[in-house]
């Protein structure tokens, strides 16, 4: 396989976090070490409206050649509040940030409707982390991402008028970590012209397109001021929170690698992917199955058999 690209560049203001610094446990692989785990959110526009978060798992304070970690010193002055933010200084008093980070996934699994369901969220996983950086004057290079992907899949949806959405494309597949296992992703392209492209791949479980894409992050709360006229007295007033978040497509490689061959990937290399990933995912439920049981409440584990198929459905 190819060397897979997977890269978000995360830009703005910081606007607050939910870092905490804590120590490893005894049954960890280095127990007493001191880390940093949990979610920098960055307002990536002037508005402060478009806010992305990052998430953390384990950052210590050295590197594992033992030199200091930059990204460790700079969440550390974070906690410790050296470091201003919109929410309790206001976006002109917040310090600049910059996260070089990843699309990674958050998954687990949920009790849906009496049955188990494994749920994968797209978020921008770790990465370095940059205070007091020169903003671009282009508020969609702050939430870029950039990837490649084996494209499975490409989903049309008409506009609604009464929902007030637009038409799109969904486009289905998987993309890569720095290991090169696969994550079962979708993307929006919203542009006609993106959406009459990617309909055209015709791309299906067995017709896969490796691709090369990329486009911005939507990250943003909009709050609906609902006003109900009284015959007296004070007006209802009603404030409704809509949370809106998306990859949205903005281009795309213009000539797509050609499957299955030496120097691009192949189906064996996806296959083993695939049955690497279905270790992973028996393993996460083993876990999560084990966390229950501590707390009383255990469930069987059901076995999880690989993917034989020689079509790839994501």
Same mark, same amino acid.
């Given at each position: 396989?190819?060397?897979?690209?997977?890269?978000?560049?995360?830009?703005?203001?910081?606007?607050?976090?939910?870092?905490?610094?804590?120590? &490893?446990?005894?049954?960890?692989?280095?127990?007493?070490?001191?880390?940093?785990?949990?979610?920098?959110?960055?307002?990536?526009?002037?508005?402060?409206?478009?806010?992305?978060?990052? =998430?953390?798992?384990?950052?210590?304070?050295?590197?594992?050649?033992?030199?200091?970690?930059?990204?460790?010193?700079?969440?550390?002055?974070?906690?410790?509040?050296?470091?201003?933010?919109?929410?309790?200084?206001?976006?002109?008093?917040?310090?600049?940030?910059?996260?070089?980070?990843?699309?990674?996934?958050?998954?687990?699994?949920? $009790?849906?409707?009496?049955? %188990?369901?494994?749920?994968?969220?797209?978020?921008?996983?770790?990465?370095?982390?940059?205070?007091?950086?020169?903003?671009?004057?282009?508020?969609?290079?702050?939430?870029?991402?950039?990837? $490649?992907?084996?494209?499975?899949?490409?989903? =049309?949806?008409?506009a609604d008028e009464e929902k007030g959405t637009p038409e799109k494309a969904i486009v289905k597949g998987v993309i890569f970590d720095f290991k090169k296992a696969i994550l079962p992703v979708d993307f929006t392209a919203l542009n006609p012209d993106a959406i009459n492209y990617y309909l055209s791949l015709e791309a299906s479980p067995s017709n896969p397109i490796f691709t090369q894409l990329w486009g911005k992050q939507i990250s943003q709360?909009?709050?609906?001021?609902?006003?109900?006229?009284?015959?007296?007295?004070?007006?209802?007033?009603?404030?409704?929170?809509?949370?809106?978040? $998306?990859?949205?497509?903005?281009?795309?490689?213009?000539?797509?690698? %050609?499957?299955?061959?030496?120097?691009?990937?192949?189906?064996? %290399?996806?296959?083993?992917?695939?049955?690497?990933? %279905?270790?992973?995912?028996?393993?996460?439920?083993?876990?999560?199955?084990?966390?229950?049981? &501590?707390?009383?409440?255990?469930?069987?584990?059901?076995?999880?058999?690989?993917?034989?198929?020689?079509?790839?459905?994501?």
């Amino acid at each position: 396989m190819r060397n897979v690209i997977n890269q978000t560049t995360i830009a703005g203001r910081v606007y607050d976090h939910e870092l905490a610094l804590k120590v &490893s446990g005894n049954t960890s692989k280095n127990p007493g070490t001191e880390f940093i785990n949990g979610v920098l959110n960055i307002a990536t526009d002037e508005a402060c409206i478009n806010v992305v978060p990052v =998430h953390f798992s384990y950052v210590t304070a050295t590197t594992k050649t033992g030199a200091p970690n930059a990204t460790f010193t700079a969440l550390k002055a974070i906690i410790d509040g050296r470091v201003k933010t919109v929410m309790n200084d206001g976006k002109d008093a917040a310090a600049t940030v910059r996260v070089d980070s990843a699309i990674g996934l958050n998954e687990f699994y949920s $009790d849906r409707n009496g049955k %188990e369901e494994l749920v994968s969220t797209k978020r921008n996983e770790g990465g370095f982390v940059r205070l007091n950086e020169v903003l671009s004057e282009n508020e969609n290079t702050r939430s870029a991402f950039k990837c $490649d992907m084996v494209i499975t899949n490409v989903i =049309h949806i008409e506009a609604d008028e009464e929902k007030g959405t637009p038409e799109k494309a969904i486009v289905k597949g998987v993309i890569f970590d720095f290991k090169k296992a696969i994550l079962p992703v979708d993307f929006t392209a919203l542009n006609p012209d993106a959406i009459n492209y990617y309909l055209s791949l015709e791309a299906s479980p067995s017709n896969p397109i490796f691709t090369q894409l990329w486009g911005k992050q939507i990250s943003q709360t909009i709050v609906t001021r609902i006003v109900e006229e009284s015959a007296f007295g004070e007006n209802y007033v009603k404030e409704v929170p809509t949370t809106k978040k $998306d990859f949205v497509i903005t281009g795309c490689k213009k000539e797509s690698w %050609e499957w299955d061959v030496e120097g691009s990937i192949t189906a064996a %290399e996806l296959k083993e992917a695939i049955a690497a990933r %279905e270790v992973y995912l028996a393993d996460v439920k083993r876990r999560q199955d084990e966390y229950k049981a &501590s707390k009383a409440s255990a469930a069987p584990t059901p076995a999880m058999a690989a993917n034989s198929q020689d079509t790839f459905n994501f």
